[in-house]
């Protein structure tokens, strides 16, 4: 009878346990930016970019991930033709407040990012 008790007690507590861990998870909604290119896209963007900074295509990556997820989610980079990019650019580049340096980087960014999705 005791370790009834006991063992149900310890069943409780620890699904409350449990339970309170998950409550408290943080979700992330935002993309993380991260530091760095993957090889995969450092690869993609000198094929494409013979000669490239790759400092450029980070920033390009940076730029996408932190201006270009306000209004609408962050869009697929294999949704538009590589025809289309360019033409989207021209008209989103104002609407996230992309100089015509940033919205080059960004461009690149994702056309080298498309090419390891589309190419496969
Ligand atoms: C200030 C708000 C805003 C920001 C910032 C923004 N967009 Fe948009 N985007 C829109 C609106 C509004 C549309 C709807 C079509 C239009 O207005 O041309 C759209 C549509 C699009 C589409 C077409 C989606 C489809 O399949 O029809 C693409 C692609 C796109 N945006 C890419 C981008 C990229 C890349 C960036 C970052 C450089 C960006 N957007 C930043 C407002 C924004």
Redesign the pocket.
Known sequence: MKIKFVILTLAVVSLTFCKSKKSGETVITKPIVKEELSADLKASAEARYPGVAVADILEGQK??YS??????GL?EVE??TEA??PE??D???P????DAAQ?EK?LKY?LAARDIKVKK
Do not use: E, F, R, V
Request: aromatic letters at 12%; proline letters at 4%; glycine letters at 4%.
């Open positions: 730029l996408y201006k270009c997820g306000k209004c609408h869009p949704s538009q289309k990019w989207w650019m008209d989103m580049a609407k996230a407040n992309l919205k960004t994702i």
